[in-house]
């Protein structure tokens, strides 16, 4: 099954924070239809499967292009680059 995300939200907003609560809608297509009572064995499904699983977001990382490292800030990869790749001369 493929799916489109289709909505991302805020839930809540602060001036700074270390945590926040990020709402995705993925819009699932599927080929064949199904009715409401099998939406709703396929949404159960899908929280058994993923709610609690920790995910990589690629958009949000700032990934190292020599060794793959993620950063989440441009200046953190800037640092790493200088510190880790730096050639000598
Ligand atoms: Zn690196």
Do not use: Q, W
Not at 18 to 30: A, D, E, P, Q, Y
Not at 81 to 88: A, F, L, T
Request: glycine share 10%.
């Amino acid at each position: 099954m493929r799916g489109v995300v289709s909505e991302i939200g805020l839930e809540r907003e602060e001036g700074r924070f270390h945590s926040f609560r990020v709402k995705v809608g993925i819009t699932l297509r599927m080929e064949n239809s199904m009715d409401y009572e099998e939406g709703e064995r396929a949404v159960k499904r899908l929280r058994r499967e993923l709610l609690g699983r920790e995910v990589e977001l690629e958009a949000l990382t700032y990934r190292c292009p020599i060794c793959g490292r993620g950063f989440n800030s441009e200046m953190g990869l800037k640092i790493h680059i200088r510190r880790s790749h730096r050639e000598k001369p």
